[in-house]
């Protein structure tokens, strides 16, 4: 009874999120079943003791609310208060949760352009820089109107992204996550200056490197990282939501509240901020009943390279570090891996079932093949079908039992390794 509610559950996500198949996919461990047929592929996959996987259709997922246990279903978020009691409106009439029995809410988006005020948690802010004053950034944000935020909060400021997605990600994590003893100035040209940020303006930025101050046009400036050294240490809370709002902002939230249609979120290093409920995008919270292996240490990594070229494995990043991304939708957890590649976790007996979404990134194109496989204590659970570049992820979910060991491996399938970045998106286990 446990495996077929856990199966009806997962057939209702997968339709609300599009990923809905006409059939299960089935098979022994060591053989799969005559190929199934859907309107978007053909291919086999096998499946043991509860573990599913479901096919593709398409649907958005704004407003779809996933809770931990039982079907997602469309939900309008009416209220929230400080104690992360959630209350939505969906078609049966109301609904309370927890924030911590829930997965996700809504979709949070990318930001299109810039400017971008970083914080030293990661939260991103699309608003524009006017001044710095008495060690504080003002900036106005369409959400939030004008505010002000101390530089030790900050991680730095970005005016001109790369158009190349890849280097756009890897320069946001470089303002968060960068070492040095001094502030950056990262120009369009790919020169640099070491220095010290003296001010910034709507038009300018004044920066004192070796040879002196200097004024610099903003549209010269790519990004500034701010001086890791002077960062405050805020650690993230226990339990924390990832807010995202509908022009790409982003919010580490360590508390949070809607009342009367305006959204409260409060960030770890103490700053608030306010705005219209309207704008909000989605919901994902962090340290609830929701486990993502991207925040656990393996027992084991190996990869087995087809030729020579050996690939690690990545966290809450495809494997080339950009992020997340599979059919157009961004990701903010998971693991990105290159085939073929073997996972192993540690599991201490509290964890109910393993949960995931299997794809190959956007960065691939339409190339890139590969089958995902879940093995408990050695013996194979799931196999999927050939994922390839350009399909829309696929939900698994596998029953964990007792077992004491979770293998995720990732297989070559078709042209070899060519373009093989696969990703376990949101990789998880459900307590």
């Not at 997962?10 to 089935?26: D, H, I, M, Y």
């Not at 650690?235 to 949070?256: E, I, Q, W, Y």
């Not at 050939?386 to 939900?395: A, E, H, L, S, T």
């Amino acid at each position: 009874m446990a495996v077929a509610a856990a199966i009806a559950a997962w057939a209702w996500w997968a339709v609300a999120f599009e990923w809905a198949g006409r059939s299960s996919l089935r098979a022994d461990d060591a053989r799969a079943n005559q190929p199934h047929t859907t309107a978007n592929a053909t291919y086999s996959a096998s499946q043991d003791d509860g573990a599913t996987a479901k096919t593709e259709t398409r649907l958005p997922a704004a407003g779809l609310l996933l809770p931990v246990d039982g079907p997602a279903q469309p939900a309008e978020l009416r209220a929230a208060d400080k104690q992360w009691r959630w209350h939505f409106a969906v078609a049966q009439g109301s609904a309370t949760l927890n924030a911590a029995e829930v997965v996700q809410w809504g979709q949070p988006v990318e930001p299109s352009a810039g400017p971008l005020v970083v914080l030293a948690d990661g939260s991103l802010l699309v608003a524009e820089p006017l001044d710095t004053e008495n060690e504080t950034l003002r900036f106005d944000s369409d959400l939030f109107g004008q505010q002000g935020l101390p530089l030790e909060c900050l991680a730095g400021l970005v005016f001109n992204p790369p158009v190349d997605r890849l280097q756009r990600d890897l320069l946001l994590d470089r303002l968060v996550y960068a070492p040095g003893q001094s502030d950056v100035a990262v120009l369009v040209n790919g020169d640099e200056l070491s220095g010290v940020l003296e001010a910034v303006s709507e038009q300018q930025v004044v920066f004192r490197a070796e040879l002196g101050p200097l004024k610099l046009d903003r549209s010269r400036v790519a990004a500034v990282v701010f001086n890791p050294a002077l960062r405050r240490n805020v650690k993230r809370p226990p339990f924390c939501v990832l807010v995202g709002f509908s022009d790409g902002t982003r919010v580490l939230a360590a508390n949070m509240e809607l009342v009367d249609q305006r959204l409260q979120v409060t960030v770890p290093a103490g700053a608030a901020f306010s705005t219209d409920a309207k704008h909000l995008a989605g919901l994902i919270p962090l340290g609830g009943r929701t486990v993502y292996l991207s925040d656990v240490e393996p027992l084991e990594y190996q990869h087995t390279p087809f030729l020579e070229l050996k690939w690690p494995f990545r966290t809450d990043r495809n494997v080339l570090g950009g992020m997340l991304r599979s059919a157009g939708q961004w990701y903010p957890k998971g693991l990105g891996v290159h085939s073929a590649a073997r996972l192993v976790y540690g599991l201490d007996g509290s964890y109910r079932r393993f949960e995931a979404e299997l794809a190959i990134d956007d960065c691939a194109g339409r190339q890139g093949s590969v089958v995902f496989r879940v093995l408990l204590d050695g013996k194979q659970k799931l196999a999927s079908p050939v994922i390839r570049g350009g399909q829309r992820p696929v939900p698994v979910s596998v029953p964990l039992d007792d077992a004491q060991r979770l293998e995720l491996v990732v297989d070559y399938a078709d042209r070899a390794d060519v373009l093989d970045r696969a990703n376990w998106l949101r990789a998880r286990l459900i307590k």
